[in-house]
């Protein structure tokens, strides 16, 4: 079930990654990279505001929502504290306004980016529920419907306008007309209804997961505001186009393995089952270490092809650089993220993250703000993969504290052995345009899969001999019936 899930939720990111790739290199063409930078702008205020104001609620939710599952309130208390948050939001954004608290030439950044925060919000909130009801088709639907949108928005607007705010604009716009694709019903909010208790819970465990992912978002977005600072906003766009090749590859990949197996662990760990959730969390993390380690390192090997086919010419001097660090940084970030960081929320304690994050912050800031200077966005790549690193030995030390996460052990040397072999190939091959994208992305996958079954990661070896059987079965059926017919 977790493979068969793992694919479909992976599916449900990369096809959507796919629709994200050909967005970036449609607008790197149609915006110059001063333009993307501010493009990239009301991206950071996306990003930032919806991990500051939501992404704790959809945390809490799938953590909660399997308890209480039964009980039809719990959904109306979330979507009213979702409401709540939202006027909140913009009354908060009103009064900086009013009282002349946003620079002249940020206040159209902030007003769209504050939309784009509603909206990509409002979407994770509802396509979590899909996650949490073990709905992978709705969710396949919801994302690739959202991808789709988004394409035709931003790009129909840069087209039509050169406006970077425009495009973000239809970026909005897709994100919120995906959110309606699952058909997944949604209550409206109701104080009637609203449970204060659950939400007093929420509130509790949101609050330290809140901060957490808000110092997380710091390592990123901040970094990208130093960038804009002191360097430029064509750094900026530079640094952002590279990240979003990343984010949709890479992202969307851990993402999937999260999705399928995470709500899995939390029926095991509610169950009282020890032993069904020790088993649930290493299947999770073998499998996600073996999708990320070689998708990462095949990025980093792959970086000069990928540039030179899926940016814009102005970008391609920039991002090359960047690939091998943003691949770095990815790995460790979403192994942090989509596994480590699960200890602080099975055992309920998500404020001993604050203090992972903010070490991480201080690293990732204090190593930018010293080699931004220096080496331009690279600085600001590197800063993030340090900090990303150290961030994942503090998670291992202090999640021992919360609730003792497995390591899989033999299947991560393994794993490792299956990619040192894939980048002895795969660096033979030529590395630019689209030949060399193909070839080493086709050699590699095959060097890999082939490396894996021959050292029976995943239990590959027997799934390949099961097969086998199975369509050696399925001929001699066929060949008896021709025979008897």
């Known amino acids: ?41 009301a991206l950071v205020v ?3 505001g919806s991990t500051v104001l939501f992404d704790w609620l959809g945390m809490s939710f799938l953590r909660f929502y399997q308890a209480r599952r039964e009980d039809p309130d719990v959904l109306v208390t979330f979507v009213t504290l979702f409401v709540a948050i939202a006027i909140l939001s913009a009354a908060a954004l009103a009064l900086a306004l009013i009282f002349g608290l946003i620079p002249a030439n940020r206040i159209g950044v902030s007003i769209v980016g504050m939309i784009m925060v509603w909206t990509y919000s409002w979407f994770e909130l509802v ?52 959110a309606f694709l699952g058909r997944i019903p949604i209550p409206l909010p ?11 819970d929420v509130i509790f465990f949101g609050a330290p997961v809140a901060a957490s992912m808000t110092l997380y978002s710091l390592i990123d977005n901040g970094t990208r505001v130093l960038l804009d600072k002191l360097d430029s906003a064509a750094a900026l766009g530079i640094y952002t186009a590279a990240s979003i090749l990343m984010q949709t590859t890479l992202g969307v990949m851990a993402a999937g393995v999260y999705s399928a197996g995470y709500s899995l662990a939390v029926q095991a760990v509610e169950s009282g089952d ?33 540039a030179t086919t899926l940016v814009g010419a102005k970008f391609i001097a920039g991002v ?19 596994h480590l960081d699960h200890a602080f929320q099975l055992g309920k304690k998500p404020h001993l993250q604050i203090w992972i994050m903010g070490l991480a912050v201080i690293i990732a800031i204090g190593l930018s703000y010293v080699l931004i200077p220096r080496v331009g966005p690279v600085g600001a790549a590197i800063g993030v993969t340090v900090a990303m690193a150290v961030s994942c030995v503090h998670a291992v030390i202090a999640g021992r504290r919360a609730y003792p996460l497995p390591f899989p052990i033999e299947p991560a ?20 345009g689209w030949a060399g994208l193909i070839s080493r992305g086709l050699v590699g996958s095959v060097t890999y899969a082939a490396a894996a079954v021959a ?23 066929r060949r008896q019936g021709a025979a008897a017919e």
Request: net charge positive.
């Open 1 to 41: 079930m977790l493979i068969r899930d793992t694919a479909l939720y992976a599916v449900a990111k990369l096809l959507p990654g796919i629709f994200g790739l050909a967005t970036t290199a449609v607008l790197t063409r149609f915006l110059n990279p001063l333009e993307y930078g501010h493009y990239g702008l």
């Open 127 to 178: 396509s979590r529920l899909a996650v949490a009801e073990f709905q992978p088709f709705r969710y396949l639907t919801m994302n690739l419907g959202r991808s789709s949108l988004i394409l035709v928005g931003t790009t129909a607007a840069a087209w039509l306008t050169a406006n970077p705010l425009w495009a973000a604009m239809g970026n909005a716009a897709g994100m919120f007309g995906g």
């Open 46 to 48: 996306m990003m930032l």
């Open 413 to 432: 040397a393994r794993i490792g052995l299956c990619c040192a072999v894939m980048a002895m190939v795969v660096a033979q091959l030529p590395d630019s």
């Open 190 to 200: 109701s104080l009637r209804r609203f449970d204060r208790k659950l939400a007093r």
């Open 274 to 306: 020890q032993a069904a959730a020790r088993r649930q969390l290493l299947a999770n993390s073998t499998l996600l270490l073996a999708i990320l380690a070689p998708a990462s390192l095949g990025m980093a090997l792959a970086g000069r092809s990928i």
């Open 455 to 477: 050292l029976n990661v995943l239990d590959s070896r027997e799934r390949a001999f099961s097969y086998a059987r199975r369509a050696a079965q399925w001929l001699a059926q």
């Open 320 to 338: 090359i650089p960047l690939m091998p660090w943003m691949a770095a940084s990815s790995f460790f970030g979403c192994f942090r993220a989509f």
